[in-house]
């Protein structure tokens, strides 16, 4: 799954190393033509889980601890034992709640380090979790996935169970989905299925010759498509990864693009400089190749790199002119330069 948050600090980040790769093309012989990237030093918080802006701090959130980006550039750890997993629960009008999981349990800490709950599961370790407000009230609840097994459980933000539901198959993406009432998508290995907020089943459906199923995300006004659309991107051995596209219950195809189709309407933020505005994207291939991305608000490409990734959520925030893509163990935070 790529999960994508949107919102970073623009103050410079301590333990930083700069890169500059050049655009192809360029709006203007005498205007930014290309990004430029720092690489954020975040190896000692663990697997990148989410990205929080407080007013003008950014927080990039990892399972063993928090990495505070600003004038501090301070790292926070996670009280023991260091979580497997991480969450970010959003909550309308206040700061997150941060869920931990580690093995078989659930903790949800407020923003000043205070136990709002816990929830604990008998039998299994946590494998992810993910966020989403399965009520539509403004308020997000951890959904959590378990090792070797296809349970799914949702937990209130105070660690109350509100269902726990076996969903068939490996259980690897959740998707909420921009609904009313809420939904939400997943892979369940071989297909796409679609889901009302409390588990039920919408839709199931399985792509012709699929192969495996690299990730479900969200697609808005893609090429001919209006609107939003949910992309399934599989891949057999030996051929190209395709996108397949459908409406938001899962029950209508709407075609089939290539990857270099799919890249310019990915889930973006802005970075711009005076009359400039790029939006920036990022993908994961199969081999772990993070590609980040900038295009035009004609679509049109201006600027890629590509770095050592991870098969993880992708996570961008967008604040000061300034943009964060962070997946895996790299975050980078890319910027506009003026050519020499």
């Not at 369940?188 to 199923?213: K, M």
């Not at 659309?229 to 709407?254: C, E, F, P």
């Not at 004609?298 to 770095?307: E, I, T």
């Amino acid at each position: 799954m790529r999960i994508l948050s949107h919102l970073l600090a623009s103050c410079v980040l301590a333990g930083c190393s700069s890169s500059t790769i050049e655009s192809p093309t360029s709006t203007s012989p005498t205007g930014p033509r290309y990004l430029e990237a720092q690489d954020i030093d975040v190896a000692a918080i663990g697997t990148i889980a989410g990205l929080i802006v407080q007013e003008d701090t950014v927080i990039i959130v990892g399972t063993s601890g928090q990495r505070v980006l600003g004038s501090e550039s301070a790292l926070i750890p996670w009280p023991a034992p260091a979580p497997s997993a991480v969450a970010v629960l959003q909550r309308a009008g206040t700061t997150p709640v941060t869920a931990l999981a580690a093995q078989g349990s659930v903790r949800f800490l407020l923003s000043d380090g205070g136990l709002a709950g816990e929830y604990v599961v008998e039998g299994h370790a946590i494998k992810r979790l993910f966020a989403m407000d399965v009520d539509g009230d403004g308020n997000q609840e951890a959904i959590a996935t378990l090792e070797g097994s296809d349970e799914v459980h949702c937990i209130s933000r105070t660690g109350e169970a509100l269902w726990a539901q076996r969903w068939g198959g490996d259980v690897n993406y959740v998707l909420p989905l921009p609904t009313t009432p809420p939904t939400l998508a997943h892979s369940d290995g071989i297909g796409l299925v679609v889901r009302a907020g409390d588990g039920s089943v919408v839709s199931r459906t399985r792509p012709p010759s699929a192969g495996t199923i690299r990730s479900v995300e969200l697609f808005h006004d893609i090429a001919a498509f209006t609107g939003a659309s949910i992309g399934i991107t599989h891949q057999r051995a030996g051929q190209a990864a395709k996108v397949d596209l459908y409406t938001l219950n899962g029950g209508g195809a709407r075609g089939t693009l290539t990857v270099e189709d799919v890249a310019p309407f990915r889930s973006n933020v802005a970075v711009s400089n005076g009359g400039t505005t790029w939006f920036v994207s990022g993908d994961v291939t199969a081999d772990g190749t993070l590609t980040v991305r900038a295009f035009d608000d004609q679509h049109v490409p201006m600027w890629s790199q590509a770095v050592p990734g991870d098969l993880d959520p992708i996570h961008l925030v967008a604040h000061n002119n300034a943009v964060i893509v962070a997946t895996g163990h790299t975050a980078r935070r890319y910027e506009f330069a003026q050519p020499e």
